[in-house]
C-alpha cells in the first residue's frame, strides 16, 4: 500500500485566499484524522471522520476551517478564508481499529505558508 | 482529561550508545495505549513502538524499547546502539482503549541528536 498520501505537500498563498488540502487515507482503513502541528501548540487534533462521518470536529479552530469526507478514499480540508496564523504543517492520518490497527498511520503533512 | 508530558525539549547522544527519552501522562482511565512517534527532518510521522496498558510485558521492536510503569503513568523509551538516523523528534501519545473516539493526544517531543 502507498501509504497515507496527502496534497500538496506546500502550499504558499496570500491571506484571505481560499486553501483545500487533500488526503487519501490507507484502502480499507475507516478512521481518518486531521492534525495540525505548529511551534506554539504542537500536534493538535481538528477533526476525525468515521466511515465518512464527522464524529468529532471540536478541534477546528473556527467557522473558517471546514472539512468533507465525500467517500473512504478522499477527504479535505479547507480553509476560508485564510490567514497569517494558520500557517503550519497540516497531517492526515488513517486507521482501522475494528480490524486491529489501532496506531493511527500518518501522511508526509503539508507546509502550508500564508502570507 | 488526559494529558502527555514530555519533560526533555532536547536530548543528545553519542553514536552507538544507549538514550533513555521520558513520557508521563494523566489518565483516570485504566485502559488505554501509549505510542511513540518519530519525526525526523522529513516531518514525516513513523510509529516506532506501542504499549497496550493491560499488558505488563514492556513493547520492544529492534533497538527500541519501552519502560512501561503503569502506577507511576510512566512510558520512557529507550534506544540502544543509537544511529545517525535516529536524529529526530520524538513524540510520546496517548490513546483511550475500546472508546469510540480514538484520538491520540500528543506531548510536546523531545529533539534527539545523535553525535557522530
Known amino acids: 500500500d502507498a501509504g497515507v498520501i496527502q496534497s500538496p505537500r506546500h502550499e504558499v498563498t496570500e491571506m484571505g485566499q481560499e486553501v483545500t488540502l487533500r488526503c487519501k487515507p490507507i484502502s480499507g482503513h475507516d478512521y481518518l484524522f486531521w492534525y495540525r502541528q505548529t511551534m506554539m501548540r504542537g500536534l493538535e487534533l481538528l477533526i476525525y471522520f468515521n466511515n465518512n462521518v464527522p464524529i468529532d470536529d471540536s478541534g477546528m479552530p473556527e467557522d473558517r476551517f471546514s472539512a468533507k469526507m465525500p467517500n473512504a478514499s478522499f477527504s479535505t480540508l479547507k480553509i476560508q478564508p485564510s490567514e497569517p496564523r494558520d500557517s503550519a504543517v497540516y497531517f492526515c492520518?488513517?486507521?482501522?481499529?475494528?480490524?486491529?490497527?489501532?496506531?493511527?498511520?500518518f501522511g508526509p503533512g503539508t507546509r502550508l505558508t500564508v502570507t | 482529561a488526559q494529558t502527555v508530558t514530555q519533560s526533555q525539549p532536547e536530548m543528545s547522544v553519542q553514536e552507538a550508545e544507549t538514550v533513555t527519552l521520558s513520557c508521563t501522562y494523566d489518565?483516570?482511565?485504566?485502559?488505554?495505549?501509549l505510542f511513540w512517534y518519530k519525526q525526523p527532518p522529513s516531518r514525516q510521522m513513523i510509529l516506532v513502538i506501542r504499549?497496550?496498558?493491560?499488558?505488563?510485558q514492556n513493547a520492544t521492536e529492534n533497538r527500541f524499547s519501552v519502560n512501561f510503569q503503569k502506577a507511576a503513568k510512566s512510558f520512557s523509551l529507550k534506544i540502544s546502539d543509537s544511529q545517525l538516523g535516529d536524529t529526530a523528534m520524538y513524540f510520546c501519545?496517548?490513546?483511550?482503549?475500546?472508546?469510540?473516539?480514538?484520538?491520540?493526544?500528543f506531548g510536546s517531543g523531545t529533539r534527539l541528536l545523535v553525535r557522530p
Open positions: 489518565t483516570s482511565e485504566s485502559n488505554y495505549y
Open positions: 501519545a496517548f490513546m483511550k482503549h475500546l472508546d469510540s473516539s480514538y484520538k491520540l493526544i
Open positions: 492520518a488513517s486507521s482501522s481499529p475494528g480490524q486491529g490497527v489501532d496506531e493511527q498511520y
Open positions: 504499549q497496550e496498558a493491560y499488558k505488563q
